[in-house]
């Protein structure tokens, strides 16, 4: 007989804690749509009392969805509580998820306190969120660091408080896949009353075992899992939704399943990647664009006689379909719209055109338009309401020449001009932009990707910009990796030129 399995997905708050990744509020409702057409059962929504646009966005969500249950992250401090229950009104299923760190590095160093009063304020807590919701999560922080024993007393109290689950995270992503079983059987057999909550899991990626972690977890009895699509998060990211899905989808063996339609994985993947500007690594399990490439002529001589050769998951379980329509220039609204939608997302008619006449520019200058092509043109528009725009783009460059780039900026419906020289196309495009802001800032990383291959290939770039002590985040894409460049520093520079 199968076990149900809960999937937790904190994409939304975890994942957004990624620097340059953050969301506002329509992009967040988008996401959360195509978490509940997934089949999520808990969407954690935000930390509602670190920001108004944090709080703002879980009253959206709880309105704009109807059945997973909306969780709202907080301290283990009343303030927190009272804004989480705020933010909760209008969800139609709450959750509270409150908690405080356990181990000794957070109770000594990071509190100052001793492991008696991290017990008393777990329990008021609880206590306190139960005042409001019935669902209340408990999260013992670095439990992947803290002492088993002290560990199930902890969990033993918050729910005799009223926890009904508890989340067991691997903060820091330290421990072995064995040893985050042995924590999770230790607390089944340990703990008074384990029966009344479910344990959740909670592992972050920093030594590459965060799947790992998870599925030994659920498979030691634990039947939650918090995750982020595409393994998004802090530092090295979260366990993988897409990984934990098709793992108990693939092995039956364990006897557990989750209520995950795995059709529309490949289209909130790329949803997210592109509405974050996190592009998925080509290697990526599942859902990485070479999860089902074959280059050796022995693996594609086995996958044509049978897939199963070398394919342990059928491409079309995760919504990639072998025969997807081919966009071309000549192809229509239609084909485009059906493109789109399988992709999870939905547009209005008249930014369809726009994003139309955008898809036909593309589309003559580019033979092979891509799914991350059209999520980048459907992503582009953003920037349209920008206060400054890059209006014209013009480069001198070559073998023996000088590099000397002329750029126009429209600041707040005024036209600026400019031009610079310098040690590169870009590098003279930039100091142009420069001679026109008339700021000190600094740019701290600047990473070019191309999405597919091919000299014709649009190419992503990610800018850093540091300006007064602070770091701004800049994306743009383009098949002219020149005006890409530029259309990045100039999204950075919006952030903090108001």
Known sequence: MSERLFIFDTTLRDGEQVPGCQLNTVEKIQVAEALE?????????????????????????????????????????????????????????????????????????????????????????????????????????????????????????????????????????????????????????????????????????????????????????????????????????????????????????????????????????????????????????????????????????????????????DPKDIGLDDNAIVLTARSGRAALKHRLNLLGVKLEPEKLDKVYEDFLKLADGKKDIRDDDILLLVGKDRTSSQRIKLQYLQVTSGIGLQPVASVCLDIAGERFESAASGNGPVDAAIKAVKSIIHRQMTIQEFLIQAINKGSDDIGKVHIQVEYEGNIYYGFSANTDIIAASVEAFVDAINKFAK
């Open 37 to 313: 057409e997934l089949g999520v059962d808990v969407i954690e929504a935000g930390f509602p009392v670190s920001s108004p646009g944090d709080f703002n966005s879980v009253i959206e969500i709880s309105k704009a969805v109807t059945w997973p249950t909306i969780c709202a992250l907080t301290r283990a401090v009343e303030k927190d509580i009272d804004v989480a229950f705020e933010a909760l009104r209008h969800a139609k299923r709450k959750r509270i998820h409150t908690g405080i760190g356990t181990s000794d590095y957070h109770i000594r160093y990071k509190f100052n306190s001793s492991r008696e009063e991290i017990l008393e304020r777990a329990v008021a807590a609880t206590r306190y969120a139960k005042q409001y919701v019935d669902d209340v999560e408990f999260y013992c922080e670095d439990a992947g660091r803290t002492d088993n024993e002290y560990l199930a007393r902890v969990v033993e109290v918050v729910i005799r408080s009223g926890a009904t689950t508890v989340n067991i995270p691997d903060t820091t992503g330290y421990c072995l896949p064995a040893e985050y079983a042995a924590k999770i059987r230790y607390l089944v057999e340990h703990v008074d009353g384990i029966h009344k909550a479910v344990i959740s899991t909670h592992c972050h990626n920093d030594l590459g075992m965060a799947t790992a972690n998870t599925v030994q977890g659920v498979l030691s009895g634990a039947r939650q899992v918090e995750v982020t699509v595409n393994g998004i998060g802090e530092r090295a990211g979260n366990t993988s939704l897409e990984e934990v899905a098709m793992i108990f989808k693939s092995h039956r063996e364990p006897g557990i399943d989750t209520n995950i339609n795995t059709t529309k994985i490949y289209g909130i993947s790329r949803m997210v990647s592109s509405l974050m500007n996190m592009p998925v690594q080509p290697n990526k399990a599942i859902v990485g664009r070479n999860a089902f490439a074959h280059s050796s002529g022995i693996h594609q001589d086995g996958v044509l006689k049978n897939r199963e050769s070398y394919e342990i998951i």
